[in-house]
């Protein structure tokens, strides 16, 4: 017997992939200091009459004991297509972690597909330069996504 095929509502597609800024300050490479880190943050915004998600990763690089000093950043927009994204968000014009329902299975692969662009342009956008050889490090996007939207959220919006 067949088993019967079953429609996924919650399809995402990607619709962009923008490489908004780099900026990089080369004078500030140290020779002898291998130890840089990253902070890393986010904006989202939705537009339900169209079904989209605006991601922004925004990744900022100093090194440990100059952490106001900015080596280098970078900034990427995603742009998703969710299925059904007004199902999830509320009628009120100002959307919040609390009051959003997109499942968290929605919210991690944004992320996660975020991260990966992010990781791609910033290794294109440091080839040739001194800093060539830093990557952005393979993050888990439940725990980013966690860190983003808050783990009662994405718990709550978990699928049963």
Known sequence: M??????NT???KIQKIKDISFEIKENLFRENDKIIGFNIGHTIGFNS???????????L??????????????????????????????KAKEITNENMK??????IAIVGISISHTRALLAKNLAGTVFEDI???VLNSLQLAE??????????????
């Open 147 to 160: 860190f983003f939207f808050g783990k009662d959220i994405i718990t709550a919006n978990m699928s049963k």
């Open 10 to 12: 919650n399809s995402i």
């Open 2 to 7: 067949a088993k019967k095929k079953t429609q």
């Open 49 to 59: 009459d169209i079904n989209f998600a605006n991601f922004k990763l925004i990744v």
């Open 135 to 137: 990557y952005l490090p």
């Open 102 to 107: 997109v499942p968290s299975e929605i919210l």
């Open 61 to 90: 690089y100093s090194y440990p004991d100059a952490p106001k000093e900015v080596v280098f950043k970078i900034e990427v927009e995603n742009v998703f297509e969710i299925s059904n994204l007004n199902m999830y968000l509320p």
